[in-house]
């Protein structure tokens, strides 16, 4: 090595050429744009050959965590925060996802590397906190689109009176339980600072996740099932409870009446005259557009924010109509859910829900790497006891509040445990409420960051509950019934009664089944053995005359009893993605056990199956995949003929308009 020079400044967006000089170590300082702190990050570059140094050059800019130089200039902050964000949350994600940890927790993960507690990454978090934001508003849009108060007000005794009462009962659960613990010492200061910290504890509990659970009903093609529909329907209860509370939550300190029932007041304002106009107006201007579907996206989005800004401005309205100020004002998301929410019953709905969950994504990742981002270091162990702890209460409270409601309600003992396993976890609303009670300085940053752990663990238990959930049942079955959780009562089989048809499970083909036998055969109806558990669909299956019982399809007494072993023809219509605790062949088995001379027939999903169905038993072995390409290939052969429409109006004069048939499902 030569003699070695004074280091000199030189600036990453200014990239001159250097005299290289053999033989001489040079060192180059960079600037950190970011935060325009001169932190000088010496880099030694070594002597040889001329030919060597753009090379060596290369290496060195790559290294230097400077922006990016276009011609236009360097990178914008805010692009180079958002760009690294999604860098480590992306790759994160493809780990955590492997090892089978779900996503959230890798972004909140991303957070902390790029945040304060971790690297420093990210010098600007508050660029990430306003994508953030954005991400909150789509998220609420989404959640609003599936709600159709028309489908909830239909669901009946079970949803309507559970989701009324789990959230109060809840979050009455948790102010209990919190003042006991603080009676008693435990948490600290952690909870006993501040007055409003036991109702933030019942705010934790007494919400679940929509984006996990959602996401794993529609991974495990189980959302249209029971405990998939009524889980859907609590959950959005819970997120308008969890809306209504972040609404009101700037007046805990002073909670007067007037204030909490104005916000009340300019909620139902914005929902009316939302509601008004997407009934009458919106459903013009999407005709217009409903064959281009990315003008459907804009204008949705567009909807989205006429609500938003209608909201935020509602006293400007008034102050400007009537010459007084009457602090209706809505806040961003609570408009968000509501623009949903009125254009859910659109038959667009389903096209704007695909093309916003891509946009939607993007931001919501964000958010939880903005949350990660917050994310204080532990300065204590009781941070991490005290969301041991939540964790634990929030699955404690599925079992002695959501549980009793969805039984006592009407739901069976199956199907209430399987759904309050499921909703085991706390909700990204409850880190979102925990967030503003730091800011609005309710509870402590302490407190908050136990509230996160409390939310990653259980997230991280979720995927196991979600899928062991009928195990649950199974090991808790015998202490439920001796506490008074029975299971429903089958009605055994008379021994001169006899059936034409049993079919055993009650999922889509079911219901297409029971209608068109009813319409071609209406003589036999009183002939056909429905054998199902789901006792909620019972009585609507009764009402079409044919005879219905509780029981366990996997097990051989169990369809004796029920009267399997009297009927001519056995048919298996639920596929094995839907079927929990036992699957077709066993099905077949345990009915040709019971029934050695009836005709068997089964549903298959893998073309493999149908092999193996047969020789368990089955004498005809259906794939819904084939039926329903032999039934397209039909109509293609008319379309490429020219006789569509009269294709269709000849299969309509039969079997009628697909929407007006009247099925169970």
């Known amino acids: ?179 006991l613990l603080i009676w008693f010492g435990v948490g600290g200061e952690l909870l006993a600072a501040g007055i409003h910290t036991p109702l933030y504890i019942g705010f934790v509990l007494a919400a679940s996740s929509t984006l996990l659970v959602v996401k794993l009903f529609q991974q495990s093609f189980q959302l249209d099932t029971e405990t998939g529909r009524i889980s859907l329907g609590l959950l959005i209860f819970q997120d308008i409870w969890a809306i209504a509370m972040i609404a009101i939550q700037p007046s805990f300190d002073a909670p007067e009446v007037g204030p909490i029932f104005r916000s009340f007041a300019g909620i139902v304002a914005l929902g009316l005259m939302a509601a008004l106009f997407a009934r009458y107006v919106i459903p013009i201007g999407f005709r217009w557009i409903a064959k281009m579907p990315e003008v459907i996206f804009m204008a949705a989005l567009s909807w989205c924010f006429i609500v938003v800004f ?37 038959p667009y709905s389903i096209e704007i829900i695909g093309k916003v969950s891509v946009v939607k994504d993007f931001f919501v990742t964000l958010f939880f790497v903005g949350l990660g981002m917050s994310i204080p270091a532990p300065d204590s162990y ?54 503003l009670g730091v800011k609005l300085g309710h509870i402590s940053s302490g407190l908050n960051s136990s509230i996160i752990f409390a939310f990653v663990i259980t997230a991280l238990l979720t995927p196991v509950m979600f899928r062991q959930a009928d195990a649950i049942h199974e090991k808790l079955g015998a202490f439920l019934g001796r506490i008074g959780f029975s299971l429903p009562t089958g009605k055994m089989a008379d021994d001169d009664e ?56 996997g097990n051989s007494e169990t369809l004796r009893h029920a009267g399997v072993d009297k009927a001519r023809v056995v048919v298996c219509t639920v596929p094995d993605n839907v079927l929990k605790g036992t699957s077709n062949r066993r099905i077949v088995e345990a009915a ?17 199956e149908s092999k193996r169905l047969y020789a368990a038993g089955a004498d005809y072995v259906f794939l819904q995949r084939i039926e329903a390409a032999q039934a397209v290939c039909t109509a293609i052969e008319k379309a490429l003929a020219g006789e569509i429409d009269t294709y269709r109006e000849s299969i309509e004069a039969v079997e009628g308009e697909w929407h007006l048939r009247k099925e169970v499902l």
């Open 310 to 346: 209608l909201g935020m401005n509602l006293d400007v309205i008034t102050q400007a109509i009537i010459g007084i100020d009457l602090h209706l004002a809505v806040g961003a998301e609570m408009g968000a859910l509501i623009a949903g929410a009125t254009i859910a019953s659109l």
């Open 498 to 553: 006899s059936f034409s048809v049993a079919i055993l499970g009650f999922h889509r083909v079911a219901s297409s089944l029971l209608h068109d036998l009813e319409r071609n055969y209406p003589g036999i109806m009183s002939r056909i053995l429905v054998v199902d558990f789901n006792v909620g669909l019972h009585s609507r299956i009764a009402a079409r005359g044919a005879v219905v019982r509780y029981g366990d399809l």
């Open 592 to 608: 040709r056990r019971v029934n050695p001379d009836a005709i068997i027939i089964a549903n298959a999903i893998e073309l493999a």
């Open 382 to 435: 009781e941070v991490i006891m005290l969301a041991g702890l939540l964790a634990a209460l929030a699955l404690l409270v599925r079992y002695l509040l959501f549980f009793p409601l969805l039984y006592f309600s009407g739901l069976d003992r199956r199907n209430a445990m399987v759904t309050s396993t499921r909703l085991a976890q706390i909700s990204e609303f409850s880190l979102v409420i925990g967030f």
């Open 1 to 179: 090595m030569g003699t070695e020079y004074d280091s000199v400044e030189y600036p990453v967006q200014a990239y001159e050429p250097i005299q290289y000089q053999p033989g001489l170590t040079m060192k180059i300082t960079a600037r950190n744009h970011r935060d325009y702190n001169y932190r000088k990050k010496y880099l030694v570059v070594g002597s040889g050959p001329a030919s060597r140094y753009p090379a060596c050059m290369a290496m060195l800019l790559f290294m230097i965590p400077a922006p990016v130089v276009a011609s236009a200039g360097s990178l914008p902050s805010l692009v180079q925060d958002i760009g690294l964000s999604i860098v480590l949350a992306g790759v994160l994600a493809i780990v955590f996802t492997r090892l089978g940890i779900p996503e959230i927790a890798a972004f909140l993960v991303a957070g902390v590397v790029l945040g304060p507690v971790g690297a420093g990454l990210v010098t600007e978090p508050d660029n990430i906190e306003t994508i953030a934001g954005l991400g909150l508003i789509f998220l609420l849009f989404l959640i609003g689109l599936e709600i159709d108060v028309r489908k909830l007000l239909a669901s009946g005794r079970i949803l309507i009176v559970t989701g009324l009462l789990q959230y109060p009962l809840c979050v009455a659960f948790g102010v209990i339980v919190t003042k």
